[in-house]
């Protein structure tokens, strides 16, 4: 009979399970998942070939075998694909046709962290998912059987769907690629030998220390060795990683940043030039301009809840080719499978870039001007972020204001617009404004305090 197995409180999140390795998070916890995890698999599916993947954290390889042990004691035939970014983990699971993945993976987190990220069938697993899972590796309700655990390498397929959809056939690109020491590293040497034109690589060697930066592509300051390399290579662009290779940053040749919704712009562009009239999704941190780039594009605009599992399920709902986060999460179905992959994401960008005029820099420069605030994160007990939220979206209706609830509140105004939303995966209140002029954006921030003020909080300096 199986022991009973709580989580740590903190550990169990919106989309992935994730924790302080050694402190709220170890090889015990690694083996309840993989027992709960094929459990669910095998009474949800009926089956059983579950892929792992793992990232290059010097925690991963003993989590993997606890995690392995697990799900084979409850009959899982286990498919370990080896190191590798995330994505390859989803491509594994949709090639080899399994019933589930798990990907080891601290993502961007600090290194002494470490997770994992799971998928049933091609979906997501998610939400009230892991909340299940945890109840059942509580209560030690675990199927028992016979599996087994070998290796499929997969790398050299995944790096042939991704070459697959370069298409280079315009004009020679130089392009800087940072895996920032990150799971994506391998990936990206052995994409880019096949790739025409110059590439130049940075920080491809997997290291789970990071001893380059810390590999998050949304920090500017993480970005400064690509843009230095971009400047003195004469780059057409740059492109970067994340620790696990699902999110993207991009600098153009000039070194200046491209966010999450001005490549959304440039991508919904190319795919509404031949499947006009689809819905693309953004989620509510994205500017105003890429929605309304979208429907100036003959597209059909949908702003949608942040987070990649929530923006997964939504784009198969809708049947959309085209979804994306301001964090550089960047979904294809258009031509892929629908789940976020910076890799590809890169592929599809270069080739847009080489069939056309335009530089990465001019494509930017042609987006309507605005001016607006980074996302901003700041702390809140984990108690109190959706009350203060919810004590504002009242305030907002008493007052009549025009505003958007599908996540947190996104208000808009004369000036532009502002966002106020509790983060599903930590103790923190996101806020974010946007508006046409300085002088406007110092309006929308005011306000935003003034609500903050109200319910008890104050807003920093940002």
């Not at 990206?188 to 001893?211: C, K, Q």
Request: aromatic fraction near 8%; hydrophobic fraction near 40%.
């Amino acid at each position: 009979m199986a022991n009973c197995h709580r989580f740590h409180h903190s550990v169990l999140r919106e989309y992935d399970v994730r924790g302080i390795v050694g402190e709220t998070l170890g090889t015990e916890d690694a083996r309840a998942l993989g027992r709960a995890f094929a459990t669910i698999v095998g009474r949800e599916l009926g089956g059983n070939r579950i892929c792992v993947g793992w990232d290059g954290r010097l925690s991963s390889p003993d989590l993997v075998s606890a995690l392995v042990e697990g799900l084979v004691a409850s009959g899982a035939e286990v498919l370990r694909i080896g190191l590798g970014p995330t994505p390859m983990l989803y491509y594994a699971v949709h090639a080899l046709s399994a019933d589930g993945g798990i990907m080891v993976t601290g993502s961007h987190n600090p290194t002494d962290q470490n997770g994992f990220k799971m998928m049933i069938g091609k979906k997501g697993f998610f939400g009230n998912s892991i909340v299940v899972l945890g109840k059942l590796a509580e209560c030690a309700d675990f199927a028992s059987g016979h599996g087994s655990a070998s290796d499929v390498k997969v790398i050299e397929d995944y790096v042939d769907r991704l070459a697959a959809d370069a298409n280079y056939a315009g004009r020679p690109l130089s392009i800087a690629w940072d895996a920032g020491n990150g799971a994506a590293g391998e990936v990206m040497s052995r994409l880019t030998a096949r790739l025409p034109g110059r590439h130049i690589l940075l920080n491809e060697n997997i290291d789970g220390t990071f001893p380059a930066y810390h590999p998050d592509p949304t920090v500017v300051e993480n970005l400064e060795q690509l843009i230095a390399s971009v400047r003195t290579n004469g780059c057409d662009m740059g492109v970067a990683f994340d620790g696990d290779g699902d999110r993207i940053g991009v600098v153009d040749e000039h070194g200046r940043v491209l966010w999450g919704d001005q490549l959304m712009v440039i991508f919904a562009a190319d795919v509404l030039s031949r499947r006009p009239g689809e819905t693309i999704i953004a989620d509510v941190k994205a500017s105003q301009v890429l929605f309304e780039e979208i429907a100036r594009l003959g597209g059909k605009p949908l702003m949608w809840r942040t987070g990649h599992s929530l923006i997964k399920s939504k784009m198969a709902e809708t049947r959309s080719p085209l979804a994306g986060e301001m964090s550089g999460h960047i979904f294809f179905a258009d031509g892929y499978f629908g789940f976020d992959d910076a890799l590809y994401a890169s592929v599809r960008l270069q080739s847009i870039l080489a069939r056309g005029d335009d530089s990465l820099g001019a494509l930017r420069d042609r987006l309507p001007s605005v001016v607006n605030t980074p996302e901003l994160r700041f702390s809140c007990e984990e108690s109190q972020k959706f009350d203060i939220v919810a004590d504002v979206r009242t305030r907002l209706e008493a007052d009549g204001a025009d505003f958007s609830d599908v996540d947190g509140v996104r208000v808009n105004a004369p000036d532009g617009w502002w966002l106020l939303r509790a983060s599903n995966t930590e103790a923190v209140l996101v806020a974010r404004c946007e508006a046409f002029s300085d002088e406007g954006l110092a309006h929308l921030k005011s306000d935003l305090g003034n609500h903050l003020r109200k319910s008890g909080m104050e807003l920093p300096t940002f």
